[in-house]
């Protein structure tokens, strides 16, 4: 060979002439192409089987898991299952979200390794992208991390109402991103996760109704007999929905001559309005039959005045 004289062809490795090592290497004839698939073929098989049958019990395994947990947590803690297993799949959910995305990046840095693409050099120019972006996405990372503590928590779960970010509705979705709430006009909001100071669950393992009336206080005995045979007659009416019968919690003076008196009781979360419906529907026409009329101008969390009788 003639000094100086470039190499033949066949004897030039790929990539020479360049400063640096090609980024990956594409076989030229169809017989290169056989040789590789019959030499790679059953690696990148194996790859993507293992992928599918690592996320396919990662589905299963850990699904189970986490539902057993669940149920034995909501036995210990005396907590709604019903309630906790919503709360274990919304959980389920996410954590499977996040493993695929985990799967796909290893899946793919594996694949490009059989294809002979220099992981390591695409990593580098991917960092000095990726700080750049990551000044901008500390947002979304603020949302993540928030979003997995509700979840691990647990202070809400798809099918709960809740006030959040200015919000009081059903919760429709959850992800690591954002929370979704359905409000009762029919409009849904989407609330990022990282604003979620404070959340307001309005539908935990209990709930309690409440209902102020205001009577004479010369009346207030004979007005705790009404509200008691009320509460007997609900508790056979409405059955398992009611865990604790109506009762006056307290009363206090309104005026020289009135007193308000605050009823509560324990219910079941999805029976909520409709108890406190038929709750004041039954003291309305109880009072009237005893000649104390209720007039109905709710305010707050509801409340009753009784006019006095003539």
């Known amino acids: 060979m003639r000094r100086g004289a470039p190499p033949a062809p066949e004897l030039r490795p790929p990539g020479a002439g360049l400063n640096s090592q090609p980024l990956f290497l594409v076989p030229g004839s169809w017989d290169e192409w056989r040789e590789w698939l019959e030499s790679h073929g059953p690696d990148i098989a194996g790859i993507a089987i293992g992928l599918v049958l690592v996320r396919f019990l990662f589905h299963r395994l850990f699904a189970r898991l986490l539902r057993e947990a669940a149920n034995r ?69 603020k949302d993540v991390i928030n979003g997995f503590f ?15 970010g200015g919000a009081t509705g059903e919760v429709i979705e959850i992800n690591p991103r954002r929370t979704v709430v359905r409000d ?22 209990l709930s309690r109704i409440r209902v102020d009336i205001e009577v004479p206080f010369r009346e207030s005995e004979a007005a705790r007999a009404l509200v008691a045979e009320v509460a007997s007659a609900l508790s056979r009416t409405m059955g398992d929905s009611v865990t604790s019968p109506a009762r006056v919690a307290h009363q206090r003076m309104v005026t020289d001559t009135d007193v308000c008196m605050t009823i509560i009781a324990d219910v079941r979360p999805p029976d ?11 003291l309305k026409r109880r009072f009237e039959a005893a000649k104390a009329g209720l007039a109905f101008p709710v305010t707050g969390s509801g409340s009753a005045r009784a006019l006095p009788t003539s």
Not at 150 to 164: M, S
Request: no cysteine.
């Open 73 to 141: 947590a909501a036995r210990a803690r005396r907590e709604d299952p019903e309630a906790v297993r919503k709360r274990a799949e919304t959980l389920l959910s996410t954590l499977d979200w996040l493993f695929t995305i985990f799967l796909v990046f290893v899946g793919s840095a594996l694949l490009l390794d059989q294809f002979d693409i220099q992981v390591s050099a695409l990593i580098a120019g991917v960092s000095v992208i990726g700080i750049a972006v990551g000044l901008g996405t500390q947002t979304l990372v």
């Open 184 to 205: 009762s006009d029919g409009n849904v909001h989407s609330i990022p996760n990282s604003t979620i100071t404070v959340a307001t669950n309005l539908t935990p393992a």
């Open 272 to 282: 909520r309005w409709e108890v406190e419906a038929e709750l004041r529907r039954s």
């Open 150 to 164: 509700i979840l691990v928590e647990g202070q809400y779960a798809v099918g709960d109402t809740v006030t959040v």
